[in-house]
């Protein structure tokens, strides 16, 4: 059971390395080009992301939103950030796809959002001696 975190740990480096090997191989130093530029976007959306935090807060409890999906946009953009400042192919796809990926949490309807706490409706009073 130890052995797996260990194989999942080196293995990604590894498999890293042997994509852009292979592609470097296949496209030459255009391989380099994308990695130097990933890198500053990925920098570029971690400080996006750090930065940014407090106001979309803010905001969801200004407008009365969930403060969740605030949290988990902004920890999306940051762990893309990191991944794209991870040198190498593969990690820029998976930042890709956590970036491109829609997420919204979904928003409870009707009196948890209007801040309205009465609930319309019809009822009917059943006797329990009538059920018997």
Do not use: Y
């Amino acid at each position: 059971m130890r052995v797996l975190p260990l194989l999942i740990l080196l293995g990604f480096p590894a498999l890293e390395l042997f994509i852009m090997v292979r592609l470097a191989q296949e496209i030459g130093w255009w391989l380099g080009v994308w990695l130097v530029l990933s890198a500053v976007v990925g920098a570029a959306l971690v400080r996006e992301a750090s930065s940014g935090l407090p106001g979309k807060l803010a905001d969801a409890l200004r407008n009365g939103d969930s403060i969740f999906s605030g949290v988990m946009d902004t920890g999306r953009t940051l762990i893309a950030g990191l991944l794209l400042i991870f040198p190498g192919v593969l990690s820029d796809i998976v930042a890709i796809c956590l970036l491109l990926i829609p997420f919204r949490v979904p928003v409870a309807s009707g009196a948890a959002v209007s801040g309205n706490t009465v609930i319309e409706g019809e009822f009917r009073r059943i006797d329990r001696h009538r059920i018997r």
